[in-house]
């Protein structure tokens, strides 16, 4: 399944909810169906600057494509960083970059956050953006397989 799908697939679960609740309660899903990182990995050098609860994002570069590892101490960040992931990880690096993340506006998730939360939301996509920068340099240098 391409970038493009896998935003077509997440916004069709939340388009068929109209309600907020019903929204957030899909958000909760998504954050309760992210398998937990390693405790090991909850790194001061993978906590998300910016957001108002704390949020892992670890990158790893296998086969040339990005792939994220996330966890939050709060439940409905989880869900924001599992929809991340979702749509993210698994792709190559100009994949993520060439898609930039309308689909939340979209989906809904952009108008109902605090300032506080839509900042994070923030931090954690630049954060993703960054991750695929970096790998699509290691890429053009002929590296396929990193871990940082």
Request: glycine share 6%.
């Amino acid at each position: 399944m391409d970038i493009v799908e896998r935003i077509a697939l997440v916004e069709q679960k939340f388009d068929a909810h109209k309600d907020w609740e019903d929204k957030y309660r899909v958000l909760i899903k998504f954050g309760k169906e992210l398998s937990p990182m390693d405790s090991a990995n909850q790194l001061e050098k993978y906590e998300i600057k910016g957001c108002q609860s704390k949020v892992w994002l670890k990158p790893k570069l296998e086969d040339g494509k990005v792939v994220l590892f996330a966890d939050s101490d709060a439940v409905l960040v989880k869900g924001i960083i599992a929809v991340l992931l979702e749509v993210y990880s698994g792709e190559k690096p100009e994949n993520i970059l060439s898609q930039p993340p309308e689909f939340l506006t979209r989906i809904g998730i952009t108008e109902h956050l605090s300032l506080n939360r839509t900042n994070g939301l923030r931090s954690m996509v630049k954060q993703i953006q960054t991750y695929a920068s970096l790998f699509q340099s290691l890429i053009s240098k002929g590296v396929t397989n990193a871990d940082i």
